[in-house]
């Protein structure tokens, strides 16, 4: 008989059997979890727990390990989307994310609830961010602006011949040169949110020169009229209608 031990399967603890319905607790403590400023951090504290699957195998000889690790990935990529500032949000948010059985892995769910702080050196760092973040926004508001009426200036050739004679009253040799460089230079474009508005704003100006006979003007300006009448824009209906009256001095306004 061979006096080496046998070999054999080893047994898993009866609490780690598939199926037994227990609920294994984790607490992790003052873990630094970055928020979206990398070198500013909150401070978690993590209470979770973890259970094997019923029916199902667990694929991993430490769920413990696989359960803290799921839980601070978890947490991780929640608070790299928030700010140590609103602390409240960031909170629920992380307890969102934790606060339902997942299944990290085959055989094992585990869940979790997240408790945040702030130390004072974070939050100091966070509110400094944010003072240098705002000055940049402003000032990249400001540049934006500025290049906007520039280039609303370079692309309309009256503005432009104006501008070039103000800027550099001692070169107008170069101005046609120059003119025809910026030829299909566009005019600046509106914020998205004013897309429509800006639409129609083009809309009208080519409607408005397509109608070349006084005839057109006066059918166009007698539907928009009428139309501002029905919407209850009375200001606006008695502008078209001083226009209508310009395009026709024989008619009478409605």
């Known amino acids: 008989m061979s006096i080496l031990p046998r070999r054999g399967r080893t047994s898993r603890p009866a609490s780690l059997v598939a199926g037994t319905d227990v609920t294994h ?3 992790m403590s003052d873990e630094r979890i970055p928020s979206h400023i990398p070198s500013v951090f909150f401070t978690v504290r993590i209470d979770g727990a973890w259970r094997p699957k019923a029916d199902e195998p667990l694929s991993h000889n430490d769920p413990a390990t696989v359960a803290r690790h ?29 606060m339902q059985w997942l299944r990290p892995t085959a055989g094992l769910e585990v869940t979790g609830s ?17 003072r240098r973040q705002q000055a940049a926004d402003l000032e990249h508001e400001d540049e934006m602006r500025r290049l906007a009426h520039l280039q609303r200036v370079l692309a309309d050739p009256h503005l432009f011949r104006v501008w070039w004679l103000a800027h550099y009253p001692d070169r107008s040799s ?26 129609i704003s083009r809309f009208t100006d080519r409607l408005i020169t397509a109608l070349h006979t006084p005839q057109q003007r006066e059918l166009f300006l007698r539907a928009l009229t009428q139309t501002l009448h029905i919407l209850g824009h009375h200001d606006l209906k008695t502008t078209a209608a001083h226009w209508q009256t310009q395009s026709d001095p024989g008619s009478t306004p409605r």
Do not use: C, F, W, Y
């Open 114 to 130: 997240a408790q945040l702080t702030t130390p004072a050196r974070d939050r100091d760092l966070a509110e400094e961010h944010a």
């Open 174 to 199: 170069e101005l046609s040169k120059v003119a025809e460089e910026l030829a299909d230079l566009p005019l600046p474009r509106e914020p998205e949110n004013d897309d429509m508005r800006d639409e």
């Open 25 to 27: 607790p984790l607490i």
């Open 70 to 98: 799921h839980l601070r990935m978890n947490v991780g990529r929640v608070l790299s989307q928030r700010s140590v500032l609103h602390l409240a949000a960031a909170q629920d948010a992380a307890n969102t994310a934790l």
